[in-house]
């Protein structure tokens, strides 16, 4: 992973990077920032096909809004062969969602991708997955064996009723959650995507509910997958942006997403950049 980093420049949230690679995408953020259409998205795939080059480093896409793009890079990967993903992130990002693809719902096309072995979202601890809201999640990948919650402080043992406790992996600490991941880590080609909203507020603040993550956790997660890192991301930055759709705005709304601006956005976002710095040291450590 020692090629360039690239900047999906979406929305103008990102500090400078060490040899970086910027793509300016801004016209491209009314229609992707938080769920896009499926037509949009194979535009903006047929776009990044013109201009991303084959090779190049850990991607970094900006807000947390947009994480469903990881799908067209994942897509990319997948036409060189077999891998698993693995995504570090405080939502399973499986959940329902009607019109197109949105932040949340992502992973579920992920784990249909015939490439795709499996994928193991670490770090979960959004009540997304609990019984309440059970109804919310696809479950056709949880039960084909292509999907993994790794969570925390959740209750999930309504999955056992579905015949589904092995694709749920509850644990006490992160510390535990990790360590168990790292023991069974399946040495194979792996695609790393990092939503920073799994980190506890103290590590970098985002404008989702954050996990317990601490910085070492992600590190310990990286380095077990270093020599079979086939790709990565990186998003969770935070950055103000009023939707020209109404329905945008109510669905994000919905999510009860705090508006950040003046001096407390520039604050987040210098502690957002100085842990981009040390999360990009690692991956192409």
Not at 171 to 200: G, H, M, N, W
Request: some cysteine; aromatic content about 10%.
């Amino acid at each position: 992973m020692a090629s360039a980093p690239v900047v999906l420049d979406l929305d103008g949230s990102l500090g400078s990077l060490p040899a970086r690679l910027v793509l300016p995408l801004r016209e491209w953020e009314e229609a992707l920032r938080f769920a896009a259409t499926w037509r949009a998205m194979r535009r903006f795939g047929a776009t990044l096909d013109a201009i991303l080059p084959e090779r190049h480093g850990t991607v970094f896409m900006g807000s947390g809004d947009f994480h469903h793009l990881s799908l067209p890079l994942i897509e990319r990967r997948g036409r060189e062969g077999r891998f698993q993903v693995v995504v570090l992130d405080n939502h399973p990002d499986n959940m329902r969602f009607a019109w197109g693809v949105h932040c949340g719902s992502w992973v579920r096309r992920v784990a249909a991708l015939e490439q795709v072995s499996h994928v193991h979202v670490l770090g979960i601890t959004s009540s997304d997955i609990g019984a309440r809201r059970a109804w919310e999640n696809y479950l056709a990948p949880l039960r084909r064996g292509k999907l993994t919650y790794w969570s925390l402080e959740v209750d999930v043992s309504w999955a056992r009723r579905l015949g589904m406790a092995a694709r749920f992996r509850p644990f006490a600490t992160p510390d535990e959650l990790v360590d168990a991941f790292c023991r069974e880590y399946a040495q194979e080609p792996t695609y790393l995507s990092i939503d920073k909203d799994v980190f506890a507020p103290g590590v970098a603040r985002t404008n989702w509910d954050q996990g317990v993550f601490d910085e070492d956790h992600a590190l310990a997660v990286i380095n077990a997958l270093q020599g079979n890192l086939v790709g990565s991301d990186v998003t969770g930055e935070i950055s103000a942006y009023r939707y020209r759709n109404p329905v945008k705005r109510w669905l994000s709304a919905l999510d009860d997403q705090p508006l950040v601006g003046g001096a407390e956005l520039a604050g987040w976002q210098a502690g957002q950049h100085a842990l981009n710095l040390r999360l990009l040291e690692a991956l192409r450590a």
